[in-house]
């Protein structure tokens, strides 16, 4: 299993994350590379859960010769992925390739750049859109966006997530491929329910709030906004 935990977090090591993250880094690489490389990034994530976080349970086969038993992941059907518009929509995609029946709810957030960092570093946060299914006690709630900074943007949208569930689910992951240790911090403090998985830890965050290393703006590299 190639999850560890990192006190704060639980980081994703596997070797082609860690491998697609530093093309998604590279300045050099442009939309259409980026934006395959986020869906490939949520693909093997997916796949990182499901073989870290996900139980199995044993089944009879009828194989063309003879029966025997085999293994299938128990679940599968009962996961949320909700997608933080707009830069998670192609790491979402990549998720969809390791959970294809999951439902899907969008949350349409950003925050607040031209008021800057508070003195506790967090932004205000506009809400523009949420569309979310039903949530129930057995569902795997997975909420992803690529860029964890501040922590602001990830707070807002776990409130309408927790608040528009009746139920508590059986797990809430926080999915994303660069963090910041500020906003882990925060996030985790605010919901300590919440497992926080990520392929990255970054140094720290610039005095506009931007991840450093980090890879730039996810959106804008994505979608050629720049």
Do not use: W
Not at 95 to 119: N, Y
């Amino acid at each position: 299993m190639a999850i560890e935990d990192r006190d704060n977090a639980y980081l994703i090591t596997h070797a082609l994350a860690k491998d697609t993250l530093s093309r998604l880094r590279d300045v050099e690489t442009e939309q259409v590379a980026f934006r395959k490389g986020l869906v490939k990034l949520g693909r093997i994530c997916g796949y990182e859960i499901i073989d870290g976080a996900m139980e199995t349970e044993y089944v009879s086969v009828q194989t063309p010769l003879t029966e025997t038993t085999g293994e299938r992941v128990k679940g599968l059907d009962d996961v949320v992925i909700v997608n933080v518009l707009r830069a998670a929509t192609p790491f979402v995609e990549g998720l969809l390739k390791a959970f294809p029946r999951a439902k899907q709810g969008v949350i349409s957030a950003g925050r607040d750049e031209s008021t800057g960092m508070d003195e506790e570093g967090s932004f205000p946060i506009s809400i523009d859109y949420v569309k979310l299914p039903e949530i129930t006690e057995d569902d795997t709630v997975i909420v992803a966006d690529p860029m964890l900074a501040t922590g602001s943007t990830m707070c807002t949208v776990l409130e309408h997530v927790l608040e528009s569930a009746d139920v508590e689910p059986a797990d809430l992951f926080v999915l994303s491929a660069v963090s910041a240790p500020d906003g882990l911090l925060r996030v985790g403090e605010a919901f300590p329910e919440a497992d926080l998985l990520t392929v990255a830890i970054d140094d720290h965050l610039d005095d506009d709030g931007y991840i450093i290393p980090g890879l730039g703006d996810a959106g804008d590299r994505a979608f050629r906004t720049t």
